[in-house]
């Protein structure tokens, strides 16, 4: 891979401490656009073979024993020379390593220090386990996903540790690089997936409170509503129906062919409305129901698999999606305009740390040691 980067975070050195999903996401981001990118690992998970996975795209790698102090020498050795590091550990873990923030900013008062857990570095649930599921549930986002009558139906995991977590990490390097060119100091990110989880549900905070959203499953937007759900075709495919505001409902109604239907302003006609539908889209496949819509305003979409997705005619359009290596993969994202294609080959072995501050004679001497690879 090109030493070199491209776009608006060229020039950025991100130090990664290798972790799960939403750590590497974080770096990923970054990486997406420009910055360098070193990921480091534990010595005995690192080989030269390249690393396939998509969030460890366009990025380095290195194994280091943090355990051992010529490790954390070395480590420190790497920070002088970065702009970012990205720390996964529950909280008090990288102070008794001896590379927490105040160690780090000794050796390096530039470095923006981001910090991802799942409950955040304070609190009482701090040192505790956990998983997504977990920090959407105490956020009270959880209580609010699933149908009516059923139960909290949490959307994998991405609320918690994508959204909620490695996308507002990314978003803290970015204020802090920011902040850091009027101050020439770096800051600490307290990234937390439970916080970052709560303000992604913003916009229905004051309407829970007022009671204007109610249960799960009976509001607007999800699925509690007719004209915003999905139903199942003759084939056993699906549809997306989305057809809020009324030209919306106009055009999707007209194209089905339908009259005398329940009024969809009265909530109390919902369920009949929705087993209209239900029975409507079920008498035609999934492809028969695209080309009624086709080019319409309906707001009435196929649900593509992954793998249809991929080659869906506005993705391909768009080049929403590429092929690296034997992997399709979301693109990068959001577009920079302008900006040249990144490289986003897998991640592979840096041996050769001399710009990041290690020289060869010290890096043979450490892999001597067992503590570098």
């Known amino acids: 891979m090109p030493e070199v980067r491209r776009g608006p975070l060229s020039g950025v050195r991100v130090l990664e401490l290798a972790g799960l999903a939403p750590g590497p996401f974080a770096g990923m981001m970054l990486a997406d656009h420009g910055a360098e990118v070193l990921r480091v690992d534990r010595v005995r998970a690192v080989s030269d073979r390249p690393r396939t996975d998509v969030m460890d795209r366009g990025k380095r790698t290195v194994g280091l024993d943090l355990k051992a102090p010529e490790g954390v020498a070395a480590f420190k050795e790497l920070v002088r020379h970065a702009d970012v590091v990205i720390e996964v550990f529950r ?10 923030p105040d160690d780090l900013h000794a050796v390096n008062e530039r470095l923006v220090y981001g910090r991802m857990t799942g409950w955040g570095q304070d609190g009482p649930l701090a040192p505790t386990a956990g998983h997504d599921i977990d920090y959407i ?5 959880l209580s609010l996903l699933g149908r009516e009558g059923g139960k ?8 918690g540790d994508f959204a909620g977590g490695g996308l507002m990490l990314a978003y803290g390097v970015l204020l802090a690089l920011f902040e850091r060119e009027r101050t020439g100091k ?3 990110i307290d990234a937390a997936m439970v916080d ?3 303000v992604l549900f ?14 799960r499953g009976t509001n607007l937007l999800d699925t509690g509503a007719p004209q915003y759900d999905t139903y199942e075709t003759a084939d056993g495919e699906y549809v997306a129906v989305g057809a809020l505001e009324p030209q919306f409902w106009d055009e999707m109604v007209s194209r089905m062919a339908l009259s005398d239907l329940p009024d969809r302003n009265d909530r109390s006609q919902w369920p009949a409305l929705k087993a209209r539908l239900t029975e409507e889209f079920s008498k035609r ?20 698999s992954m793998t249809e997705a991929a080659a869906h005619p506005h993705n391909t359009a768009r080049g929403a999606f590429l092929q690296v290596g034997e992997v399709t993969q ?9 900006v040249p294609t990144q490289d986003l080959a897998p991640a592979t072995r840096l041996t050769d740390l001399s710009g990041w501050g290690l020289s060869q004679e010290e890096a043979d001497k450490l892999r001597g040691q067992g503590v570098l690879a």
Not at 137 to 141: D, K, N, R, T
Not at 152 to 159: F, K, V, W
């Open 91 to 100: 909280p008090g873990v990288a102070e008794r390593l001896g590379i927490g």
């Open 137 to 141: 549930a105490v956020s009270g986002v």
């Open 152 to 159: 909290p139906t949490p959307p994998i995991n991405i609320l």
């Open 186 to 188: 770096g800051r600490v």
């Open 196 to 198: 970052g989880a709560a």
């Open 202 to 215: 913003s916009m229905f905070s004051q309407g829970v409170q007022s009671g204007f959203w109610g249960p």
């Open 285 to 304: 496949t999934r492809a028969e129901w695209e080309a009624v819509f086709e080019g319409s305003d309906a707001c009435v979409s196929p649900v593509l």
């Open 330 to 338: 979301p693109a990068p994202a959001p577009r920079l305009l302008g």
